[in-house]
């Protein structure tokens, strides 16, 4: 397929957003989640991101499995920039189930149709008409807003829908895609008396579309009630109730049994955590979980303690303090872990110390002080560690100066001196470290800058 002609250069820029989820393009035999102790045992598998034939980056899919993960691409389209009269800033965001490929090559071709290795797959509702598509059995994943819903029709092999600005009136048109297994419903909250937004009642649409794998709900006004609806949805294994009624209740999440399979889970909880997070951990086969809010707190972590599945656990901005991490430290499959704008302090970092799998550890504005450090030291795997906003100086740094792996090191807003600064020189394989508002000096930067030349330090000083 040609690529379109000079009058309709475009501009191409593509940034993508992985996560793990468990959803699947076609129709198979289903593959079984390894156990997490098999899961150790796996090389790293990358594949190769390219744009145009240039390449981009790579992507980790170790734990990935053919048809049933996806990745999002942003896009920019130099022709509907045109159209809106935007100059470059109008983004297309879609999402692709990922097949195994070893590389992947993003086009917009001249129907302004997302191509990945030369196969026309997605298209953006908004903008490109569904009759002008030459081969409307290939696309699998479209953006629609309200008025186009009822030309999705035309893509018998539709697997993934990105709705925008929809409410319960539309949703009735979405029961008919037997074939969807990825629904983004997100941001779809009231926007006045005549737009009620995405509601409970819209959720009775919605529960005949058992082939549903992952589903978006975050922004809307559903809540337990809604979840309700959905019990048939068997096969879901990755929900985003992020910002939902359902922070709010005491019982909503009881719902969440209906869902055994879920391996992603995101959401908030601003009242009744205890019972929020009983239920959550029933769901002993979440591989991650993303929860925020400031009402949970040490106590309510002991119903988390049985989530040993668990590769991601992110539980920024809430009340947690070092006595609840002790319930994380039998969670030794981690590779991401996120305590920031929690109480965690540097007693809490000893039930860390055995997490040696970690990768990914944030502990920005936590009460962890230089003293913690030494609790670190055996977490040799860590490539990205955010130490902002605490009270980490000079003191006992050396503790980290053997964490060789580290691509990504933040102490921002630290006390850090010039002396703090040769306990980083050995950590060659930096590529980024931030240093701004600390009590660095130029000279110090210079220093450390020869150290590191591969290394993109950000700083600012007087």
């Not at 205890?274 to 400031?294: K, M, N």
């Amino acid at each position: 397929m040609a690529r379109g002609s000079n009058w309709e250069r475009r501009t191409l820029s593509i940034a993508i957003f992985v996560g793990l989820v468990a959803t699947v393009f076609c129709k198979k035999e289903e593959v079984p989640i390894q156990p997490a102790e098999q899961q150790e045992a796996m090389e790293k598998r990358w594949v190769v991101v390219l744009e145009e034939g240039e390449f981009k980056h790579s992507i980790d899919a170790t734990y990935w499995e053919p048809g049933t993960d996806h990745f999002w691409i942003e896009c920019v389209d130099g022709y509907i920039d045109s159209m809106r009269r935007n100059n470059g800033g109008t983004k297309i965001s879609y999402v692709y189930l990922w097949q195994g490929e070893d590389t992947i090559d993003y086009y917009l071709d001249e129907y302004h149709l997302l191509n990945i290795n030369d196969v026309p797959c997605g298209i953006d509702l908004r903008y490109v008409p569904a009759d002008s598509v030459p081969e409307p059995f290939l696309i699998t994943t479209a953006i629609v807003r309200p008025e186009q819903v009822l030309q999705l029709e035309k893509f018998p092999n539709l697997a993934v829908l990105n709705t925008n600005r929809f409410d319960d009136d539309y949703l009735p048109a979405l029961s008919g895609l037997k074939n969807l297994q990825l629904l983004s419903l997100r941001r779809s909250r009231k926007k006045s008396q005549y737009s009620p937004g995405i509601t409970d009642e819209g959720m009775k649409n919605l529960e005949g579309l058992t082939n549903l794998r992952v589903l978006d709900l975050s922004f809307t006004r559903i809540s337990g009630e809604g979840l309700a609806y959905l019990k048939n949805l068997s096969e879901l294994r990755e929900l985003n109730i992020y910002h939902t009624f359902m922070a709010l209740e005491d019982s909503g999440f009881k719902h969440l049994k209906a869902f055994p399979g879920l391996r992603k889970l995101q959401c908030n909880v601003y009242s009744h955590p205890d019972q929020a997070l009983r239920h959550i951990g029933e769901l002993t086969g979440l591989e991650e979980l993303y929860l925020e809010g400031l009402d949970i707190t040490s106590f309510n972590m002991r119903h988390l303690e049985g989530l040993t599945n668990l590769r991601v656990l992110r539980l920024s901005v809430t009340d947690v303090g070092s006595y609840g991490v002790r319930y994380l430290k039998d969670m030794v499959h981690l590779r991401e872990l996120s305590l920031a704008f929690s109480e965690v302090g540097n007693s809490g970092l000893i039930h860390l110390s055995g997490l040696v799998n970690l990768e990914v550890l944030d502990l920005m504005e936590t009460r962890v002080s230089s003293t913690g450090l030494r609790h670190l030291a055996g977490l040799t795997e860590l490539r990205e560690l955010d130490l902002g906003e605490t009270r980490v100086g000079n003191r006992r740094l050396e503790k980290i100066s053997h964490l060789t792996n580290l691509r990504s090191l933040s102490l921002f807003d630290t006390p850090i001196t010039d002396k703090g600064l040769k306990h980083l020189e050995g950590l060659t394989n930096l590529k980024k470290l931030n240093l701004a508002k600390t009590k660095v000096t130029r000279q110090g930067i210079a220093e450390l800058q020869e150290a590191l030349p591969d290394c993109k330090i950000s700083y600012w000083v007087d």
